[in-house]
């Protein structure tokens, strides 16, 4: 059998990491968002590669769920001295990896073929691919400040501008990487996770390439997606305040209609069974994952699924 993760940032990494603990790494595939990816100080930044790449090879920092442990912040200071940009906070061990990306990409390897290499080095075994090798940029258009870059409006300014509409630059021209077409295509995938990444920044990304689209339409293996909703809030981040913006309820029903040409399953917390009660489209399950178990434990409930809806 062989497994298909979708991953944004934080929320999907955690997925990631217990679907890691249960799957051999030649049966699992994490295909990763990269609207978030931008040119900063001359370094080619993928937030959701690199949060993926450091939860698996277990160096992340826990607290905040990006970015490495143990670091330090010297360049960033003496950069801040020296009247440099200091609003994206790259520690000094995250810039020791953009140095080597940024020299590698120089030597003309593909987005793929460099996160194959950071992956050996970081001791990741299970297989992280880029959604796609192309320019592919989500775009914010907000009701008061404009079109904005993602970090801009992510970590500049705190996703406080109200979101009217999320465009995203180079999708539609987008082909798949090598190793998620060739995962896509294998008649022994047996089951395609989409893990509980925020709908509209991580997810949303991805689908807008024709291609991921409609594979997961016509896909034989069963979609399962984890809500990142639960209770009505999101667990972290602006998920549940982009969805009001937007003029939508944050309801794991808003979840299954955005992937309703594809999905098999939308998997709810327990704390949200009552409001899916009879509804066949979900799946009920603890999903908040607070601990390395309840990741596991996620990871294995969504698997049972799979195998439950061939
Ligand atoms: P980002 O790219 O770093 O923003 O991360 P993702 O897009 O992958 O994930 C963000 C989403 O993950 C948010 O909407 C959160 O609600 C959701 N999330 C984070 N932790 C959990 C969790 O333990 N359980 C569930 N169900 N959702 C989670
Ligand atoms: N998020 C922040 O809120 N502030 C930051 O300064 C920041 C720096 C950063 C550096 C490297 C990296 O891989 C991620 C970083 N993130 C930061 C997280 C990231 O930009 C966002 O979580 C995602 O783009 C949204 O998914
Ligand atoms: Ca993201």
């Not at 978030?36 to 937030?47: A, Q, R």
């Not at 539609?172 to 047996?190: I, K, M, N, Q």
């Amino acid at each position: 059998p062989r497994v298909l993760a979708l991953s944004g940032g934080v929320g999907g990494a955690r997925l990631a990491a217990g679907l890691a603990r249960v799957l051999a790494p030649e049966a699992l595939t994490i295909a990763v968002n990269v609207g978030d990816d931008f040119e900063h100080l001359g370094l080619t930044i993928c937030p959701d590669l690199d949060t993926v790449l450091y939860t698996l090879g277990g160096v992340v920092h826990r607290g905040q769920g990006w970015g490495r442990d143990q670091e330090t912040w010297h360049t960033l200071d003496a950069m801040r001295s020296l009247g440099g940009e200091d609003w994206f906070l790259l520690g000094d061990r995250d810039l020791a990896l953009h140095l080597v990306r940024r020299q590698l990409l120089a030597q003309g390897r593909s987005l793929s073929e460099v996160t194959q290499d950071l992956s050996r080095r970081l001791d990741v075994s299970h297989r992280i691919v880029p959604v796609t090798d192309a320019r592919l940029r989500t775009r914010v258009h907000t009701v008061a400040d404009g079109e904005l870059g993602f970090q801009d409006y992510f970590v500049r300014r705190r996703c406080q501008p109200a979101v009217r509409a999320l465009t995203f630059e180079g999708a539609e021209e987008a082909t798949l990487s090598p190793g998620l077409a060739e995962v896509l295509a294998d008649p022994a995938l047996s089951a395609i996770i989409v893990c509980p990444s925020n709908p509209y920044l991580s997810v949303a990304p991805m689908l807008a390439i024709p291609a991921l689209r409609t594979a997961l339409r016509v896909t034989h293996a069963p979609v399962i997606a984890v809500s990142p909703i639960i209770g009505g809030e999101a667990v972290k981040g602006p998920t549940a305040k982009i969805m009001r913006e937007l003029g939508v309820e944050p309801t794991a029903t808003v979840i299954a209609e955005l992937y309703a040409d594809f999905v098999d399953c939308v998997v709810v917390d327990t704390c949200d069974a009552s409001r899916v009660a009879g509804d066949p489209r979900f799946a009920v399950a603890p999903t908040w994952m607070r601990n390395d178990d309840d990741r596991f434990a996620l990871a294995q409930a969504c698997l049972d699924l799979a195998r439950q809806r061939k």
